[in-house]
């Protein structure tokens, strides 16, 4: 099986490895971590990458692995490997050093870059061209290694700005910002083609990426003006295939069992209303509704502040929790991304 070298971004520690081996298993894919180093994840799959970076939010690229070893035996495991082998032949192209943070300060990149191109050069029929190659060998600086890839789908980053709260069609404070949303979309698991669920849809921050993604969004908000927002901004970004519902949470309009995936962002009590009911009790009340209209062995992605044990609230509601992350969001609200797994 061939092994798929993820450049991850490093806006936090443990979102992006969770999100791209969730995208894998929204896919459907199995797959084999082989080795984790600070922003690089690589993983044995066969899953699209394609795919997979067209539903990522925390990753750059993704390249095919070609090898890893320490900075300073680099050219040698260049040399004594398959690499070159695996380098299609006759076509331009181009190597790419990426050292991530400050990882091995010693090594002058461009260099390295010259040294790893004219060692492939030598074994490999081929014309440079840095504006437009047609093969793009990537080198990560990570961890005291050099990890190499061949370039084959880069995440469109540009999009998520043309998607921030304040240009989107409608707007209100407690959104969230797209890229944590599509993790959100991710982490739960969301099928192409399957239905995602928000039951605390607010102006459709969640909805709109499961949209763009391929899932159908369904949401439901007690407050009717918010479903006019997200309706406005769902329709704002192209998405005609959704479904909006003015009610409540905690008694959830849907039959059992229907929905394949569930990803939400209720109110905290600040900027969006809990409607005069205590965290607890609005959480306690929603999770049996969550698991109870989600399919059996689906995943629900669910924020709370980190002042809430959500865990403990799910315990008997059928819902199993998978992993939890954290987000500083400002010095006095830390929130929670947890996920769960129906029984
Ligand atoms: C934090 S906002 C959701 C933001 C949304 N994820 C986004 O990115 O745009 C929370 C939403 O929950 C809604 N809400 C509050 N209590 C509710 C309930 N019991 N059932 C359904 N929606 C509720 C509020 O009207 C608000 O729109």
Request: hydrophobic content about 45%; charged content about 25%.
């Amino acid at each position: 099986m061939r092994r798929l070298m993820f450049l991850l971004s490093g806006e936090h520690p443990t979102l992006p490895v969770a999100e791209a081996i969730a995208a894998i298993k929204a896919e459907h894919r199995a797959y084999k971590v082989v080795e984790q180093l600070d922003q690089v994840l690589i993983v044995e799959t066969k899953a699209d990458p394609e795919v997979l970076a067209s539903r990522l939010a925390f990753c750059r690229e993704i390249c095919w692995h070609l090898c890893t070893a320490d900075v300073a035996e680099l050219l040698e495991a260049i040399g004594s490997s398959d690499v070159v082998d695996l380098i299609p032949h006759g076509r331009t192209f181009a190597v790419h050093i990426r050292r991530v943070k400050r990882h091995s300060p010693e090594v002058d990149v461009p260099r390295l870059a010259k040294e790893v191109a004219d060692l492939i050069a030598s074994e490999v029929e081929f014309k440079v061209d840095l504006e437009q190659p047609e093969v793009e060998v990537l080198g990560a600086l990570t961890d005291g290694k050099c990890v190499i890839g061949l370039t084959i789908a880069r995440v469109d980053r540009a999009q998520f700005a043309k998607r921030k709260p304040m240009v989107r069609p409608a707007f209100h404070p407690g959104t969230l910002m797209p890229k944590l949303a599509r993790c959100m979309v991710n982490l739960a698991r969301a099928p192409t083609g399957g239905t995602l669920l928000d039951p605390f849809a607010g102006v459709g921050g969640i909805l709109i990426e499961a949209g763009l993604m391929g899932a159908k969004p369904v949401g439901i908000d007690i407050d009717p003006e918010m479903l006019d927002g997200a309706r406005l901004n769902l329709e704002g970004f192209g998405i005609e295939d959704y479904q909006l519902i003015l009610g409540d949470a905690r008694s959830i309009p849907l039959a059992e069992a229907t929905v394949d995936a569930i990803a939400t962002d209720p109110p905290y009590g600040r900027q969006a209303t809990t409607a005069g009911l205590k965290l607890e009790d609005l959480y306690g009340q929603a999770l049996p509704e969550i698991a109870r209209v989600l399919k059996r062995k689906g995943y629900a992605c669910i924020t709370s502040p980190a002042t809430l044990e959500l865990e403990d609230l799910a315990k008997g509601a059928g819902l199993r929790p998978i992993e939890r992350h954290e987000q500083r969001v400002h010095k006095t609200l830390t929130r929670r991304i947890h996920v769960f797994r129906k029984r």
